[in-house]
């Protein structure tokens, strides 16, 4: 498999193979990509970032405070969909607590005041 690291801003380019039962990870200019590789092959996992909508409308923006697996991005985001918040709004709070039982939670990241 051939992926891009996003550890940091360097972006090496990784191949990721299966040799034997384990896996080797070769392109990566730190131990940071040995593990992002790893991981990419194993499970990937991802921060989701998305918006919620706003009663009166509106919207403000939403993330997982945590990795989810990655097969379970759809899954969130059809969750979110669902979701309308009222103002006033503020950094941190919470929209769906271990959102289906990824273990992270959605949080908001935009404050947006009452009108």
Known sequence: MKTIC???PLGCALEVVEKDSNIVVTGNSCKRGET????EM????????????LVGGGVTSVKTDGLVDKNKIFHILKE????Q???P???GDIVI???????????????VENV
Not at 42 to 53: F, Y
Not at 97 to 111: C, D, F, M, P, S
């Open 6 to 8: 996003i550890m940091c």
């Open 36 to 39: 992002y590789g790893r991981q």
């Open 42 to 53: 194993i499970s990937p996992k991802r921060v989701v970032t998305s918006l919620v909508k």
């Open 80 to 83: 979110l969909s669902t979701i």
């Open 85 to 87: 918040m009222t103002r």
């Open 89 to 91: 709004v503020k950094i």
């Open 97 to 111: 607590a271990n959102v289906l039982e990824t273990g992270a939670n959605i949080v908001v990241t935009r404050e």
